[in-house]
């Protein structure tokens, strides 16, 4: 059983933490205590921001002492609610914002050492700084931290050519729920005793215990990148174009995002000071980005030359190369302004799901089609990261209708049809954003019974007492 945490518990963090580290400030506390979206809103009664690890063992011991909960925040750019502390405000709120340091860069080992509260930008900087570079990237990079990235294994734009956070970890330091320290930040490239508790902190959303650091592989910095805007007219035309420019350019290709008209139009309609890219109108557009590495050609000349033959090929219907490093950024804020214009027009039903790739143009099509059949006046923005097979399927309400009311009526039906459609074509109803609060119904709706029943046994393996980010990530039996 938890408990609320008590006024000794309370005076006893604030002088281990002193002012800068322990606040019951409502105004401070308040941007923390709801999420990215505004779809959660919890409370808490104090927010505990630690300056190093000991701090947080002290912290995570007492709390396991007293069973008092802890909810694990980072740059709080969750998007399924995972670092929103419940509405009874019995749990604390920490935040890792302030162990913000990379302890170290080595450009001889390609490993990078940051603490769970370096913010992921700040990390692309240093890794440039030496002349190395961290291969993941998305649109919240100026919020979202390592600890977050680490606890959701998050995706991103470069995931077809070095794959999500898993595969960029190479060790951790964490403090698990009884206080003590996981010592595993050495950057082993082997190592084989038994379980991995790395992989198992990772992706686990704060419910395992508190990353307070990672190893992470850098890889070294392109001579040169370039970035294209491609229109074209279905999502087979897109993989195919990604399937011909591969052929073409190989490993070069690190992103292939595509977009739908739809999606575009949101972003130039509200995003400022965005332009749209090609003349004409498109139903589909792709932007891809492509490298070469330092001496060798430079990537435009290859890209232009493979997305030529492209067009001649019929497989798209014009293209645009980025002349120069302030159109490639115009190109990409294109692209990771979706997210942002989609808040801006309000709320929607939104899904974050993968399936195999070759099926996800077969999928777009048929779940849109089937979503607009039976939700009469539904919208369907599909937009994502086409390579990895990961469609953000989101739905709004039909126009003219009070957005509140037509989700409370009907979300939960559209989220079920778009889940059984991702079930049919073999998929995940989580493709990178993980499950947090928002996904814990589908998951117990979807999950195998054997899948489960593993995710409770670790559960209550390492954390009994339930105190870490408890109403997260593991359905309830
Ligand atoms: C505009 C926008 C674009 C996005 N694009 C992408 C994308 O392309 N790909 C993608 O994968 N995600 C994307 N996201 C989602 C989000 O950025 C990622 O999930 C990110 O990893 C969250 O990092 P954070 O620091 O904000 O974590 P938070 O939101 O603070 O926390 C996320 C989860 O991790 C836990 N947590 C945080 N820090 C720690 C820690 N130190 N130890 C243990 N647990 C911890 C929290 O409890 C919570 O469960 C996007 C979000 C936005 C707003």
């Avoid at 979202?144 to 070095?162: E, K, W």
């Avoid at 964490?174 to 084989?192: H, I, Q, W, Y």
């Avoid at 000349?301 to 001649?312: F, K």
């Avoid at 079920?416 to 079930?423: A, N, P, Q």
Wanted: aromatic share 4%; proline share 6%.
């Amino acid at each position: 059983m938890l408990r609320a945490p008590s006024p000794a518990l309370l005076e006893s963090l604030r002088s281990l933490l002193g002012p800068r580290g322990f606040t019951r400030d409502a105004e401070v506390l308040a941007p923390w205590l709801s999420d990215w979206r505004s779809r959660y809103h919890g409370r808490s009664a104090a927010l505990l921001s630690p300056a190093s690890t000991a701090e947080v063992q002290a912290i995570v011991a007492r709390c396991s002492a007293e069973r008092v909960a802890l909810v694990p925040q980072g740059g709080n750019t969750s998007m399924v609610g995972g670092a929103t502390p419940d509405p009874d405000g019995g749990a604390l709120l920490l935040s890792l914002r302030r162990m913000n340091s990379v302890r170290s860069v080595s450009p001889e080992d390609n490993v990078a050492v940051a603490e769970a509260g370096v913010i992921l930008s700040d990390l692309h900087d240093a890794a440039a700084a030496a002349g190395r570079r961290f291969p993941l990237s998305l649109g919240a990079k100026g919020s979202a931290t390592v600890g977050g990235l680490v606890s959701t294994n998050a995706g991103g734009t470069q995931v077809l050519r070095f794959g999500p956070m898993r595969s960029l970890v190479l060790g951790l330091e964490a403090v698990l729920p009884d206080g003590s320290l996981f010592e595993g930040l050495s950057a082993l490239r082997k190592d084989n005793r038994g379980y991995d508790l790395k992989q198992l902190l990772i992706g686990a959303e704060g419910t395992l215990g508190i990353v307070t650091a990672a190893s992470l592989k850098l890889v070294a910095a392109p001579g040169s990148r370039s970035v294209a805007w491609v229109g074209l007219g279905s999502p087979a035309a897109a993989l195919a174009l990604l399937r011909r420019l591969e052929a073409r350019l190989g490993e070069a290709v690190e992103s292939f995002e595509l977009v739908p008209e739809d999606a575009l139009a949101l972003v130039l309609a509200g995003i400022p000071g965005t332009r749209a890219p090609l003349a004409g109108a498109h139903r589909w557009h792709v932007l891809v980005e492509s490298v070469a590495p330092e001496g060798a050609r430079d990537s435009a000349e290859a890209l232009q030359e493979a997305l030529a033959a492209a067009l001649e090929e019929g497989l798209a219907e014009d293209a645009l190369v980025a002349a120069n490093e302030a159109q490639a950024s115009a190109l990409w804020r294109l692209r990771e302004s979706i997210a942002e214009a989609e808040r801006l027009q309000g709320p929607s039903v939104k899904h974050d799901v993968s399936v195999p790739v070759s099926a996800m143009p077969a999928f777009i099509e048929e779940a849109r089609a089937a979503v607009e059949e039976r939700f009469e006046g539904a919208r369907v923005v599909a937009f994502g990261h086409l390579g990895d097979g990961n469609v953000h399927f989101n739905v709004q309400p039909p126009a003219g209708m009070a957005a509140e009311t037509w989700l409370a009526g009907q979300a939960e039906a559209v989220t079920r049809l778009v889940h059984d459609r991702v079930g049919e074509a073999g998929g995940s109803i989580s493709a990178e954003h993980g499950i947090g609060q928002m996904k814990l119904g589908e998951l117990a709706r979807t999950a195998d019974p054997a899948r489960l029943a593993a995710l409770r046994a670790i559960k209550n393996a390492l954390d009994p007492a339930g105190i870490m980010n408890p109403g997260k990530l593991i359905p309830s039996l």
